[in-house]
């Protein structure tokens, strides 16, 4: 640090003319300024170093799946299919409890298509689904469980109150009309023909989504405001394999915190998990900034940071080192659950338990893009 001597004021000083006693407070006046001046310098440049070392960090994020985790998980209705389960087995261990009924004699569909409403018979519009949701390459028995499912859905949904049904994508199910129809799928359509989920002798709402990371939610967990449901909870899923099982990403704390836009206060400084549903997916988290942290829910985090799914686990990459980040929910990342040993029993007839809800909220994917 710089530092005044007497000496070197006393000159000026003199030079000016100026009395003893003034030159003297002069002199600790300008020794005064210079020593804050220089704190000032350093504390500016420790600013600048944290800065940097705050924009050198990068957010890790490991995840699980690919959609929002209810019901029916499209990769893991393949791999039960692949080690010879049959579709009312499949459709029985991701909606519990449940059994197979029959569907209203002559339902029709009202499906939202751009900005018309086109009326179908349920059995033709569920031809334009199930190849536009799962690959007809797939399983006979998981092109089936889909069939029942997209069925189900479609007699439960009530997406636009009495003016509509479903949507023609994501929001609902996809619907690609005629032009989506195979000859595998339209098979499946026929061998399971009027089928539908019941539990306690009544059609229910059967969510389903592309992947699982290994287990799926309980629907109260993943829909904010959703109520329990006993066949929406969350099931062990080890045949869920596909592309989206496990995934990574990464993203510097500027990206973060530009996508995280409005949850920030001050700049990005991570994020602390509080709770988890049973898959464990993230039910809420605070956004931490340099000035406080904000309150959010794993769907919001999802939506912003661009994941694939609220399965996910947060950790900072500072140069070689990778600290996670704080987890208050307890869950640690699980290990994939092991294949079952035998396959369950389906029930015969009709579950007990209370009928199903009327439909979805709007802006919940049921279906998703197509598996695969």
Excluded at 226 to 235: I, K, N, Q
Excluded at 313 to 338: L, M
Aim: proline share 6%.
């Amino acid at each position: 640090m710089l530092t005044s001597r007497s000496t070197y004021h006393r000159d000026s000083g003199h030079r000016l003319g100026l009395p003893e006693d003034l030159r003297a407070v002069l002199a600790g006046v300008l020794a005064t300024a210079l020593t804050l001046c220089v704190l000032l310098l350093c504390a500016s440049s420790a600013g600048a170093a944290r800065a940097g070392v705050a924009s050198a960090a990068t957010l890790m994020i490991d995840g699980a799946g690919d959609g929002h985790g209810v019901g029916m998980s499209q990769e893991g209705a393949l791999g039960y299919a692949e080690h010879g389960w049959s579709y009312n087995a499949i459709l029985a261990h991701y909606y519990t409890g449940t059994a197979l009924g029959q569907a209203p004699a002559g339902a029709m569909v009202k499906v939202l298509i751009g900005n018309r409403v086109k009326t179908l018979p349920l059995e033709s519009y569920v031809r334009g689904v199930v190849a536009a949701e799962m690959p007809a390459s797939w399983p006979l028995a998981a092109l089936e469980a889909q069939a029942v499912a997209s069925r189900t859905y479609a007699i439960t949904a009530d997406a636009g109150g009495s003016k509509f049904d479903v949507y023609s994508d994501t929001r609902s199910q996809v619907y690609l009309g005629k032009a989506a129809e195979t000859a595998a799928t339209n098979g499946a359509i026929a061998a399971t023909a009027g089928q539908v989920v019941t539990y306690g002798g009544q059609p229910v709402v059967t969510y389903y989504f592309a992947s699982s990371g290994g287990h799926t939610e309980a629907v109260q967990d993943a829909f904010p405001g959703a109520a329990a449901e006993p066949w929406l909870v969350g099931v062990a899923d080890p045949y869920d394999q596909g592309p989206e099982h496990r995934w990574t990403l990464s993203l510097s704390f500027a990206a973060a915190g530009r996508r995280l836009s409005g949850l920030v206060r001050g700049a990005f400084r991570g994020i602390e998990v509080l709770a988890r549903g049973s898959s464990p997916r993230i039910l809420t988290a605070y956004v931490l900034g340099s000035g406080g942290r904000t309150l959010t829910t794993g769907g919001e985090l999802a939506t912003r940071l661009g994941l694939d799914d609220t399965w996910a686990y947060f950790s900072v990459k500072r140069g070689a080192s990778v600290v996670g980040e704080p987890d208050r929910s307890g869950q640690s990342t699980p290990a994939s659950p092991a294949p079952p040993t035998s396959t369950p029993t389906v029930p015969a007839g009709p579950g007990g338990g209370a009928p199903g809800p009327a439909g979805s909220p709007e802006s919940t994917p049921a279906g998703g893009v197509g598996a695969g």
